[in-house]
């Protein structure tokens, strides 16, 4: 029964990524990156552990659960990023379209990218330079306000701007050189540090960026490649971050762990699999959820500054976040045992579905559903409108990995701190620009270019499948700079 319902799973994975290749052909829709991420995490490592988890769960009905849980999540959040209605719309529609402004564009790219540039250095500075912050395993540097922490992620917008405003024109040397600045503070926290998650947003960044100023739709052999390429550094570089630093006695690359990790070999309580189930068991077995209150925490009271509300957490009850230990959630040591017989290693992360399901039990395959949902309205708006929804769409995309391997408060908590300074400089400083030049409004606003071509895209139910497809894929064209 196991293995048939990690099938199942990998089935819908798979169905999903053909399905939306098929009807759009588009290199950017968000279920060509989060299938891929999603039939591993739910699929292809739990059925490599499968011979490992009688040691974990000895008892195998209860596991059965769990993974059913995955399988109806996953179907779920499948059928919410396919909602025909915010998929396509009413008909065809191509409306007068005005160059961006690119000028403006790369300036705002270029100082976005020297503050995070600037707030990274900060935290370096603050331990003792770069040498100091990664002469050890997972280093880094100490910033002191979680602001000045994330900041260094102001650079991975302006990456994308500088991608969005070189659309359809190639990137020149210049171009690159400021894309490398923007993606620097995180390349060096993925690479030095050991840390897949920064290294997954730089080297995402990296491809997005090339894709938005790409001549011509790139293939599904390059893109599929590009992709595998940065799984297989992000996976090298966690493999070999507990010897591999600077400092390190014995500087030597060790090909066995890259192999265990990759086929989840000795797998122990921090694998994200073994951790996620353990979390969906301990919460089955007190009862104890959240219903929401966490994300409003994080959401609502994390983003004030601890100088202005020293004791913000205790006053809301949200006393987890301080006493608990990193990687328990909200549950103790002994409700662990309790509930699984071990307790999880610190810093220990779940995938999304996991986490949810501390919030909001069985109704997390619901919560799930509208986050595929959201994914399919961005898409919507990306394709009808561009813009700023198109970089919306990118920022998201760039953070999928955080859905498959982490808390979804780690996905949606830095999709604000990346959408925030970008509306906040599209609205003030972009908008304005296209407002003068627009002279062709739409429901009274002014249009904004669409992201690879002149076309905003509508598409009846009653086209035919292929031609969302067709038309992506005429968007690319060759272009006189």
Known sequence: MLDLLIAITLLICVALGVRCWLRFGDPLHPA?????????????????????????????????WVVLFNLLGVAAFAAGISRSRWAGMAKWQIQQQHELPRLY?????????????????????????????YSRAKGGGYAGSGYIG?????????????????????????HWMMLLLGIA?????????????????ALGVTMLAAVLAARRQPSVAKLTASVLAICLAVLFVWSQRQHLHLGADELDIRWERLADFATATD?????????????????????????GREILVNTLIRPIPRQLWPTKYQDVGATWITESTPGYGNFSAREWNEAV?????????????????????????????????GFSYVYWKHRSVGGLWSLLLLESLTL??????????????????????????????IEPRLRRRSTTYAGGKPSQPALFGESHLARSATDRPNTARRQTEGLYQDRKD
Not at 365 to 373: L, T
Not at 401 to 420: D, E, G, M
């Open 32 to 64: 060509i990156f989060i299938s891929p991420l999603f039939a591993y995490s739910y699929a292809i490592e739990p059925w490599l552990l499968r011979e490992q988890l009688s040691r974990w769960f000895p008892d195998e009905d209860i596991l059965l």
């Open 341 to 373: 017989g071990w307790v999880p290693l610190g810093g220990s992360s779940a995938g999304t579905l996991s986490d949810l399901f501390g919030e909001f039990s069985w109704f997390a395959i619901g919560v799930f559903y509208a986050v595929g949902s």
């Open 400 to 429: 999928t990995i955080y859905l498959a391997t982490q808390s979804f408060s780690a996905f949606y908590y830095r999709l604000l701190i990346l959408a925030v300074p970008t509306v906040l400089v599209w609205k003030f400083f």
């Open 150 to 174: 994330e900041a260094m992620n102001l650079g991975l917008v302006g990456a994308l701007f500088v991608g969005l405003a070189r659309r359809r024109v190639g990137l020149r040397l210049i």
């Open 105 to 133: 564009l790369l300036s705002s790219a270029l100082a976005l990218s020297l503050v995070a540039f600037l707030a990274y250095a900060y935290t370096l500075a603050n331990v003792g330079g770069f040498a100091a912050a």
């Open 185 to 201: 503070p995180n390349l060096l926290q993925g690479t030095f540090g050991g840390r897949r998650g920064p290294l997954f947003l």
């Open 267 to 291: 797998a122990d309580q921090g694998n994200n699999f073994i951790y996620g189930t353990g979390h969906v068991l301990t919460a089955m077995e007190t009862k104890r959820y959240s219903w």
